[in-house]
């Protein structure tokens, strides 16, 4: 009895010492007007950006006061901010943030029109453009409300922050020591993609990692990020059935009418059979360890050249630089358009590719390297061909419509954000973005920018895609259908990858798109009900 | 305090009135901290939450409506959804988290009572698992259980084959996994319990019964479950209250893929997708099942053995 | 130990033997992760992924020190992290704990039509679950009643209606009345049967709850995370950590913060299990 009383006593007098230099006034609730608060979450493209563009800013407004807080839990301090209009940060740079929701439910965005209408500027300095007109216009409205209510239409809520293409990429080292240097060629199409899959996996290579002898195989994916899948067969769902049907898939509207069979368009199945194909485990192309690992063991598996290909975002060498010191010569290519598409431009147009399927795709193929080199025209395929392969390759996947900065309504220095944003925008802001995230703001003039000194191989690649025409897709929340109605990317409970992916009762690509066509019928009800 | 009693404080004469007034005095302040701190920080804050489960965001704006209860009934009747599914993991969670780990903790901590060689270094040690937050424990399980592990390595030297078998992805082993995590470091916290228990009991009592010879079985059955029973029935009934919204460590494990779910986990993923009003009320269909549950389970519990005062 | 074996019938030493087995290889099966997480914490994080279960190359215990001074919630230190933590854990605890035995006790004891609601109240709050409250909560706590600080948090603690009080509500129930009826007998106030006649009797229960509620206010992440921004514990560095390892991996220094994070509370719990099995059966006996 006694021991336990003076063990209770020390504790206690323990826990007044500390709460002795604990008891200073609580965190912040309300911003200081004239301090402009920046919190910005720190991912992949570093943490860095951020405070390297207040500290410019600062140079030429000193007499600005600037705070900027970088730090991997501003996401969970963002989406406390905006549900409770209690913080004291004037400007949020997250990924992730439904505009719909925000304003609907919590009425917690700030309108940032003001920004859009106005001009890039850095110091005295004024661009001769609107930073609408800056900034990509696929992008442009996913920063804008696009929901049903009237009072927060038209308006712009969110703004890009920096963030590039996601792709397929290329360990160019490891396909080397498959295939002997440079006896190997860059997927153009699926069936090329499919035929360098075979080709690796059939010569069985193998990588010494620290005394350890391993099979290289052609993918290899992270469990924990299933979705870097979706980079690769999301666009083969567009290059097929166009920029339209895709962004009708994504609302689930034709014609601005909901419309259940947008949600299925003709090329989805050949894209999810494409990835059925890709990692279905009897076909050996993905590292067996892939489904168990962390993402960034994955990532550091592929630098060590135990995978050729690896699907993520232009990010992936920033954020490996300081977490292993495995290094390969990475190579970001643009997604390999499907090889269904010769068929289709085959009928659409009356023409003829080829006698037989490996000819149409060559032709393809061969289309596909002229619009890559610059060229305007294909020898023996029309224009209307031409073009329409052109469309397609342009199509790259990205996450810029996510990654964004957002101003929370209870700010008191509008002013002085949109000023800051106006600063970012410009290209001495878009320099300094591109310095420290290696990564761009989503403007059109991008390819305008080049980094300092000798880049590496990814970087080039990444700048060579960028510099190309580009068209981006994304996939988006902006429509009442996902923010409200509650649809996820997906129905139901399982994701498309574990479905085709798994070990053990594995279903085909055709099953997974009828259950999902059987869900949204049964649940179509209730989503129309809050529409 | 043992001296006041024996002093004996001269009996002073009360009327039975005034003595009621302390009395209520007293209950009404030894209730008073926990009752407002109970009106404010769970009323007052939850009570929007119950009423979400009668609203709905529209394009109209919020209305008022069931929609969210039938909504829950009719996806349990879509098999595509697999909510079924989520049912039997939930009830597998507790048959293997209570049903066998209450008396599995029970048993271990009865010989820890009975000073088996190194129980001080066992109870430390079996106590672990609670002391570490479940992210750090199940990240050591992942690893051990990787496809290129140590289990699967020390399978393939048993067996002389190459064993590869995906514990935590493969749908075939993923809940039997997680199953046995939840077995596997589930007595941390009930051994500390019931040793704190068995400790009470009164040592005269255990002397007496061994002097007659009483078996081990038999001590721990007659004499310490009941003695103890009031532990074991709270605990039981505790469980019984968390039967459907204790996810089990699925968000760290599976995230429900894999055919893991759990209802637990169904509510917490519907709130990580910024959906409210649908989680609301499938919390409250599963508090209108679980209480009068808890209740018959209480009842039952004190029919089977009455309270012993000691 | 060993004479008091000699002394047990075969059919117990086979038992004896027989559990002490199992007992050893669920402890090793415990402790394993923990040696090779503590081995894993030695090794730079390239080696760690190359062979996950080999002895480091180079014991790199500079780790720790790389741990310790990168382990910051902006000028927060680990040792201020480790100040706040206990400060929350011990306090929150002792509030916790004495608020639930408080209700507890009553509850058990004083059978009244009151009692009998707040038991019902106290289960139905365990079986909903509550969604969507966070707003409520945090505008409750930081704007109207800015509680956002050290002490004013003891309030989100102060709960009499939780596991605690479910637990205590059952060890009450239990404890012999007789001593207390002695005590009105004497004269003693209801106010002093409480606190000098059944709360010694009840400190095993009440020691077994403080033991697990500092667990869970240690392990806690959330609350300092939402309320004290300016005071982070331990709890929330290892979390940010965690986040932080995943885009930087280094898995290596996120174990060695786990191991420092986990020493406190495990020292805590060896030196208190000696005393405290031994001080509270004697003392709930003697009264």
């Known amino acids: 009895m006694k021991t336990f009383k003076k063990i209770f006593c020390l504790i206690l007098s323990l826990g007044l010492v500390a709460s002795a230099c604990a008891c200073t006034p609580g965190n912040k609730t309300e911003g200081k007007k004239g301090t402009l608060s920046i919190a910005s979450f720190e991912g992949g493209y570093g943490a860095t950006w951020a405070q390297a563009l207040a500290d410019a800013y600062k140079v030429h407004n000193p007499e600005a006061e600037v705070e900027v807080d970088c730090n991997p839990l501003v996401r969970e301090d963002a989406v406390t901010a905006f549900q409770t209009n209690i913080t004291s940060v004037d400007l949020y740079f997250i990924d992730g943030l439904s505009i719909g929701n925000y304003c609907e439910t919590y009425q917690s965005l700030a309108d940032i029109s003001e920004v859009y209408n106005s001009t890039p500027k850095a110091g005295s300095k004024e661009e001769d453009i609107l930073i609408k007109d800056k900034i990509r216009p696929e992008i442009i409205p996913e920063m804008m409300y696009s929901g049903d209510q009237a009072e927060y239409q038209n308006k712009y809520y969110t703004i890009p922050s920096p963030s590039g293409p996601c792709s397929l990429i290329l360990n160019t ?10 006896n190997w060629s860059e997927p153009r199409t699926t069936d090329e993609l499919f035929a360098l899959c075979d080709a690796i996996a059939e010569k069985k290579a193998q990588v010494n990692i620290a005394g350890v002898n391993y099979t290289i195989y052609p993918f290899i994916y992270s469990g924990e990020a299933l979705e870097y899948w979706r980079y690769l067969y999301y666009p083969w769902i567009a290059q097929y059935s166009g920029i339209d049907a895709w962004n009708e898939m994504i609302t689930v509207k034709k014609n601005g009418v909901y419309d259940q069979s947008a949600y299925q368009p003709d090329g989805k199945l050949q894209a999810y059979q494409k990835l059925e194909k890709l990692i279905k485990r009897s076909n050996g192309y993905c590292d067996g360890t892939s489904m168990n690992n962390k993402f960034n063991q994955s990532q550091k598996y592929f630098l060590q050249g135990r995978a050729c290909m690896y699907i993520t975002g232009d990010w992936l060498e920033r954020e490996m630089e300081g977490s292993t010191d495995y290094k390969a010569e990475l190579k970001m290519v643009k997604t390999p358009i499907t090889s269904d598409l010769s068929a289709k431009l085959e009928s659409e147009y009356g023409v003829s590719l080829g006698a037989t399927a490996a000819e149409k795709d060559q032709t393809l193929a061969n ?5 890559d080199n610059g060229q305007t025209s294909y020898e023996s395929v029309s224009a209307q061909v031409f073009n329409a392969v052109k469309q397609a390759r342009a199509i790259t996947f990205t996450l810029a419509n996510s990654a964004i900065g957002a101003v929370p309504a209870v700010s008191v220095n509008k002013d002085m954000v949109i000023d800051f944003l106006r ?6 802001g878009i320099e300094i973005i591109l310095r420290e995230s290696k990564s761009y703001l989503p403007v059109v003039n991008a390819s305008e920018f080049k980094a300092e000194g000798e880049l590496s191989l990814f970087r080039e690649s990444v700048n060579q895609i960028t510099e190309r025409e580009i068209t981006y897709i994304f996939t988006s929340s902006r429509d009442p259908i996902r923010y409200r109605a509650g649809l996820d990317q997906f129905i139901g409970n399982e994701y498309p990858e574990t479905a085709l992916g798994k070990k053990t009762g594995a279903i085909t690509a055709k099953e997974y798109l009828e259950k999902e066509a059987r869900l949204l019928n049964e649940k179509w009800a209730e989503y129309m009900k809050v529409l | 305090m043992s001296d006041n009693l024996a002093q004996g404080i001269p009996v002073k004469k009360k009327t039975l009135q005034s003595r009621k007034i302390q009395r209520g005095f007293f209950i009404g302040l030894m209730l008073s901290v926990g009752i407002i701190q109970f009106l404010v920080f769970w009323v007052y804050v939850n009570f929007n939450s119950i009423l ?10 919020l209305i008022w409506t069931f929609e969210n209860f039938s909504r829950f009934f009719h996806e349990l009747s879509i098999a595509d959804f697999e909510l079924d599914l989520a049912l039997k993991n939930t009830l597998l969670l507790f048959v293997v988290g209570t049903v066998i780990g209450l008396p599995t903790s029970l048993l271990f901590s009865y010989y820890l009572y009975k000073k088996i060689l190194f129980s001080k270094f066992f109870r430390v040690i079996f106590f672990l698992p609670s002391i570490i937050s479940a992210a750090v424990l199940v990240a050591l399980f992942r690893y051990m259980l990787a496809v290129d592990g140590p289990v699967n390595a020390i399978l393939s030297s048993i067996s002389g084959k190459v064993v590869d078998i995906e514990w935590i992805t493969d749908e075939a082993y993923s809940m039997g996994t997680i199953l046995f995590y939840v077995f596997w470091t589930g007595f941390g916290s009930n051994i500390v319990l019931f040793t704190g228990a068995i400790h009470r009991i009164p040592q005269d009592v255990l002397e007496y019964a061994r002097l007659d010879g009483v078996s081990m079985t038999r001590e721990l059955l007659q004499i310490i479950v009941p003695l103890i029973w009031p532990t074991i029935s709270t605990l039981l009934v505790f469980a019984t209250a968390g039967l459907f919204t204790n996810s089990g460590p699925i968000l760290l494990f599976t995230q429900g893929q894999h055919k893991t779910m759990t209802i637990g986990y169904f509510i917490f993923d519907q709130v990580q997708n910024n959906s409210y009003y649908y989680p609301a009320a499938i919390g409250l269909i599963f508090t209108a099942i679980g209480f009068p549950l808890v209740i018959i389970v209480k009842w039952l519990l004190g029919k089977i053995l009455e309270d012993v005062e000691y | 130990m060993i004479k008091a074996f000699k002394k047990l019938t075969l059919a117990q030493k086979i038992v004896f033997t027989f559990v002490f087995i199992l007992f050893s290889v669920y402890a090793i099966s415990i402790i394993a992760p923990f040696v090779w997480a503590f081995l894993s914490s030695l090794k730079t994080d390239d080696e760690y992924y190359e062979k996950v279960f080999a002895l480091p190359k180079q014991w790199l215990f ?4 790389t741990a310790f001074t990168e382990f910051k919630i902006k000028k927060t230190s680990m040792l201020g992290m480790i100040g706040n933590s206990l400060w929350l854990t011990f306090s929150g605890t002792f509030v916790a704990v004495m608020v639930s035995s408080a209700t507890a006790y009553i509850v058990a004891k004083y059978p009244f039509w009151g009692t009998k609601i707040i038991y019902r ?27 956002n600080n050290p002490i004013g948090i003891l309030a989100l603690y102060a709960g009499g209606f939780g596991f605690n009080f479910i637990i205590l509500h059952g060890f009450y129930r239990s404890v012999s009345w007789s001593y207390a009826e002695a005590g009105f007998v004497d004269g003693a106030t209801d106010w002093k049967v409480y606190w000098r006649i059944i709360l010694p009797q009840a400190l095993p229960a009440i020691v077994s709850i403080s033991i697990l509620s500092c667990i869970g206010i240690w392990n806690d992440y959330m609350t300092p995370f939402l309320y004290l921004k300016d005071h982070p514990t331990l709890a929330l560095g290892i979390y940010q950590f965690d986040i932080i390892q995943t885009y930087r991996s280094n898995v290596p220094i996120y174990y060695c913060a786990i191991i420092m994070s986990i020493l406190p509370i495990l020292i805590l719990f060896c030196c208190f299990q000696e005393t405290i099995m031994e001080n509270t059966v004697a003392g709930g006996l003697k009264g």
Not at chain 1, 173 to 182: C, I, K, M, Q, S
Not at chain 1, 367 to 371: D, E, K, N, P
Not at chain 2, 52 to 61: H, N, P, S, V, W
């Open chain 3, 62 to 65: 500079s780790n720790y020190v």
């Open chain 3, 121 to 147: 109240v106290a289960i139905f709050t365990m079986i909903i679950p509550i969604v969507g409250n966070l707003p409520a909560m945090y505008k409750l706590v930081v704007a109207d009643l800015q509680f």
């Open chain 2, 52 to 61: 979400m489960a009668f609203q709905l965001q529209t394009r109209e704006g």
């Open chain 1, 367 to 371: 289309v596909i390297s002229a619009i």
């Open chain 1, 423 to 428: 600063f970012m925008y410009s290209d001495e």
């Open chain 1, 173 to 182: 080292d490891a396909l080397d020591n498959v295939f002997g240097e440079g």
